[in-house]
């Protein structure tokens, strides 16, 4: 076995097709509307510890450190691996404004190019993200996506921050502000 390979029986992990999720999600967005998110973001939620451990397993066969020990390049070099071999896609950390963090990716896979929405459809990584960086942080976050290559955005981009500071971005959005505008005006 490559070490890059991820069983995953042991990581409480099973594989599912892009097309699968992207019928799934279609579904639930057609027939539940805004709820369809909601369900998506929760089972992203729920599914990120198994999602966290399987992380710190894959870990394990490369580096002695659990991932609140790592350095963030070395943190975002390791997650950007374990997510591009588990088929999400690669990814990339940053900061905006030093108020949020970034999470870019210009290849992630619950996207779908070709269904040219209106709004980031990422629902199922939101929630997945916000469990998997809160135990990273040992903090609860939220999560944003502001771009989707569903969009038809060359990336899709996450905010993460505290629940408050991802509340303040939200409304700012729904009001017509634009999302970097919005973060710049977290106190």
Request: net charge positive.
């Given at each position: 076995m490559s070490p890059s390979a991820i069983e995953l029986p042991d990581h409480q992990m099973l594989a599912l097709?892009?097309?699968?999720?992207?019928?799934?999600?279609?579904?639930?967005?057609?027939?539940?509307?805004?709820?369809?998110?909601?369900?998506?973001?929760?089972?992203?939620?729920?599914?990120?510890?198994?999602?966290?451990?399987?992380?710190?397993?894959?870990?394990?066969?490369?580096i002695a450190a659990e991932p609140g020990e790592l350095g963030l390049d070395e943190f975002a070099e390791l997650a950007s691996g374990y997510f591009r071999d588990m088929g999400w896609g690669s990814l990339r950390l940053g900061a905006l404004r030093d108020a949020v963090a970034t999470v870019d990716s210009d290849d992630w896979n619950e996207a779908d190019p070709e269904s040219?929405?209106?709004?980031?459809?990422?629902?199922?990584?939101?929630?997945?993200?916000?469990?998997?960086?809160?135990?990273?942080?040992?903090?609860?976050?939220?999560?944003?996506?502001?771009?989707?290559r569903s969009m038809g955005s060359p990336r899709c981009r996450f905010l993460l921050g505290t629940g408050a500071v991802m509340n303040h971005v939200y409304h700012e959005i729904e009001r017509g502000v634009g999302y970097e505008d919005a973060v710049g005006g977290v106190e």
């Open positions: 097709s892009r097309s699968a999720l992207a019928a799934l999600r279609s579904a639930l967005l057609r027939d539940a509307d805004i709820g369809g998110a909601n369900y998506l973001q929760q089972a992203g939620y729920a599914g990120s510890e198994a999602v966290y451990r399987s992380f710190r397993e894959w870990l394990r066969g490369r040219a929405l209106a709004y980031p459809a990422c629902h199922l990584t939101t929630g997945m993200l916000a469990g998997f960086f809160g135990h990273v942080a040992s903090t609860p976050l939220a999560v944003l996506e502001v771009e989707c």
